[in-house]
Structures are given as structure tokens and as C-alpha cells.
């Protein structure tokens, strides 16, 4: 089929999806890789990079790195399926969904890593944990686009591990207005504060 060139041009672009050379008629099967056009990673390109959260990405970007294999032996089931394969728990089942201490941090249940601290919860009543804000730089945000939605996922700096999404402007009574909604499998209470502590040495 003959399409105006306009139109071919369209094509070749949008198949291209940011990892090729936007050339308008470049044959997608002759790229292989090694080709000088690989030279454009994806990492050295922030925008694009969060776009792609395939384990290739994270494995570049957070300091824990670890097998499959060697996450599978360290988690418990539940705990495999949320924060490495994306998983989300039933809401109002999570251990931390009504959870509200007044001291304390929530750390990552993969790596032990501080995330959230007690006086940054808030009730919600989503059915799961939310937060109106993190332990500074301990989140990081990807845009998700599975099930036809774009959502913003928030995986552990530094691990990588999925924790769930991060919603705006819903009109909470907080200082940020943003709700972390957290999957209670992903975290790990302890009454000690490391973040507090830290700040005071
Ligand atoms: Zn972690």
C-alpha cells in the first residue's frame, strides 16, 4: 500500500518510539544492535529513561542490585510479587492501612531503606497507606502506562522495588496534596526514627 509521504513519515516516527532515529524512512529491520544509532541510551536521556521502567532501567539506577533469583529466596511470596513483578494487595487488607503510630519510620521491606515517616500518614480511606510525603530522595517516580491509564508508579530509590502510585491534587487537607498510596507488603514499620536520629547527630 502506497501512503503519502506525510503519512509514511508519521508512521516511521511514531514506530520509533524515542530509541531510533527519527529518519523517515529508515527500514526498522536494519538497525541491529551496535549500530551507531544504539548509541542513544535511554539512561543518558532522563525523560525518556523514565518512560521505561523495565528492569533493564532500574538495574541501571538504584544502588541494590539483585537477581531475580536472589529476591525470590529473600522475600516471602507476597512480598516477591508486589515490590519486584508490580503487584498491588487488597485494599483495606494491609497490615499499615489503619496503622497511624506517632512515632516511627516505614522502611522499604526489600532493602530496609527509611521511606516514609509516621507524622507523614494520613488517613485516607483508600485502603491502603498513604503518605503526603517521603523521607527526601528515598522515592523515585516513573510514569506507568499499563491498563491504559498513565499513573505515576513510586518504586524505593534504592532498591527499585515497586511500592504503588502517587496521586495529586485530590483535595486532602495536607501540606502537599499528593497521596503516596503505598501497598503495606512494600514496607516495613520500626518504632526507631533513623531519619530523626540522623538529623540530630
Ligand atoms: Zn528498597
Not at 535511554?42 to 525523560?47: A, D, K, Q
Not at 503526603?132 to 527499585?160: K, L, Q, S, Y
Request: hydrophobic share 30%; glycine share 8%; aromatic share 12%.
Amino acid at each position: 500500500m502506497r501512503l503519502p509521504s506525510f503519512l509514511r513519515t508519521f508512521y516511521a516516527f511514531s514506530n520509533t518510539t524515542f530509541h531510533r532515529a527519527p529518519t523517515p524512512f529508515a527500514n526498522a529491520t536494519s538497525l541491529r544492535p551496535g549500530t551507531a544509532l544504539r548509541s542513544i541510551s535511554l539512561p543518558s536521556i532522563p525523560f525518556v529513561g523514565a518512560l521505561f521502567h523495565t528492569a533493564e532501567t532500574r538495574k541501571m539506577s538504584h544502588p541494590v542490585q539483585k537477581s531475580e533469583q536472589e529476591w525470590q529466596a529473600q522475600l516471602s511470596p507476597d512480598q516477591f510479587r508486589i515490590l519486584r513483578e508490580k503487584g498491588t494487595e487488597p485494599p483495606f487488607s494491609g497490615d499499615y492501612d489503619k496503622h497511624y503510630p506517632s512515632s516511627g519510620t516505614y522502611a522499604c521491606a526489600g532493602c530496609s531503606a527509611p521511606l516514609y515517616t509516621a507524622d507523614q500518614k494520613f488517613k485516607s480511606g483508600c485502603g491502603w497507606p498513604a503518605f503526603f510525603d517521603t523521607v527526601p530522595g528515598a522515592v523515585t517516580r516513573h510514569v506507568d502506562r499499563t491498563f491504559g491509564m498513565e499513573r505515576i508508579e513510586i518504586v524505593c530509590t534504592n532498591c527499585g522495588g515497586h511500592l504503588g502510585h502517587v496521586f495529586k491534587g485530590e483535595g486532602y487537607p495536607t501540606p502537599t496534596d499528593e497521596r503516596h498510596c503505598v501497598n503495606s507488603v512494600s514496607l516495613k514499620f520500626s518504632n526507631q526514627d533513623p531519619v530523626k536520629e540522623q538529623s540530630k547527630a
